[in-house]
């Protein structure tokens, strides 16, 4: 079983953009329109993809765990498994599980 540390690249993440209101340097996510304009997926689901985009700093995979999502999206976590079919059945990501206790790796595929 691969662990995450052979996937991840060796790179640090360098801040290049400072804004004078603290909250715009949380960060930022652009959406592309395809993204924007897919009626087959809902808001729901759409959101969780924005969660996982954000997680996908220059590389097109992240890998939080169900919880994790439930709890920035205030929803349990049957529906982070809805959420996981609609995308995957629309072709917006890729599913690697990984195995018991480790969380799944989702692979961001329409960008």
């Not at 993204?35 to 087959?40: A, F, I, M, P, Y």
């Not at 498994?81 to 961001?108: A, N, P």
Request: net charge positive; charged share 25%.
């Amino acid at each position: 079983m691969e662990s995450i540390k052979d996937i991840l690249p060796k790179s640090k993440l360098v801040r290049t953009l400072q804004f004078k209101q603290k909250w715009l340097n949380q960060g930022f996510t652009q959406v592309s329109n395809r993204l924007l304009t897919d009626n087959s997926i809902s808001s729901g689901a759409f959101r969780m993809y924005l969660l996982l985009m954000m997680r996908c700093f220059r590389k097109s995979f992240s890998y939080p765990g169900v919880e994790t999502l439930a709890k920035e999206l205030n929803v349990s976590r049957m529906t982070i498994s809805t959420y996981k079919k609609e995308l995957k059945e629309s072709g917006w990501i890729e599913v690697k599980r990984r195995g018991q206790g480790k969380t799944d790796i989702y692979f961001l595929l329409k960008h």
